[in-house]
T-cell receptor
């Protein structure tokens, strides 16, 4: 299995532009998670899906952020408009089930820089 | 407020030496505690997970302990190797599913 796939690996954009991050979870996994990691705040859970349905989006910082999971093999995290403070590494992770005891497998991350 | 505090923030040791990383938490009600290893430029990888009834769990040279009474956990690394250089993150799950992350300990192993 290729593991969790994220694209792009690096993204540099200007303030105000729309940014879309993509994730393909491990085949057969039913839960998908989006995280953000910065030096200041560490790792933060933004949102997670179970069976393509958003379960908890309380970590989404504001309305500029949105996430979708149109099918079991694809999810997007969109930032519109982007701001410099959104610069971070965004990780996608998937697990077989929703239980917190299930191991989450992380992708390589997307490093976003907003100028 | 749920919090996870890790110490030390960073640690430098020589190859072959042992070390212990600490994690204190105030998450309630407690469900489980997980240690992750994150290599530079990569996503975190789960090392161990412990529930309330478990107080020790090993994964190769990594041994995690949990004291649910004092709300403390430690990760002990035996006979360190250069490849152990990474950030180690403690994550505590509440029973209702909320995850609380520690800031991590950056471990550097020198030859």
């Amino acid at each position: 299995d290729a593991g969790v796939i994220q694209s792009p690996r690096h993204e540099v954009t200007e303030m105000g532009q729309e940014v879309t991050l993509r994730c393909k979870p491990i085949s057969g996994h039913n839960s998908l998670f989006w995280y953000r990691q910065t030096m200041m705040r560490g790792l933060e859970l933004l949102i997670y899906f179970n069976n393509n349905v958003p379960i908890d989006d309380s970590g989404m910082p504001e309305d500029r952020f949105s996430a979708k999971m149109p099918n079991a093999s694809f999810s997007t995290l969109k930032i519109q408009p982007s701001e410099p403070r959104d610069s971070a590494v965004y990780f996608c992770a998937s697990s077989f089930a929703q239980a917190s005891t299930d191991t989450q497998y992380f992708g390589p991350g997307t490093r976003l820089t907003v100028l | 407020k749920n919090q996870v505090e890790q110490s030390p923030q960073s640690l430098i040791i020589l190859e072959g030496k042992n070390c212990t990383l600490q994690c204190n938490y105030t998450v309630s009600p407690f469900s489980n505690l997980r240690w992750y290893k994150q290599d530079t430029g990569r996503g975190p990888v789960s090392l161990t997970i412990m529930t309330f009834s478990e107080n020790t769990k090993s994964n190769g040279r990594y041994t995690a302990t949990l004291d649910a009474d004092t709300k403390q956990s430690s990760l002990h690394i035996t006979a360190s190797q250069l490849s152990d250089s990474a950030s180690y993150i403690c994550v505590v799950s509440a029973s209702y599913g909320k995850l609380t992350f520690g800031q991590g300990t950056i471990l550097t192993v020198h030859p």
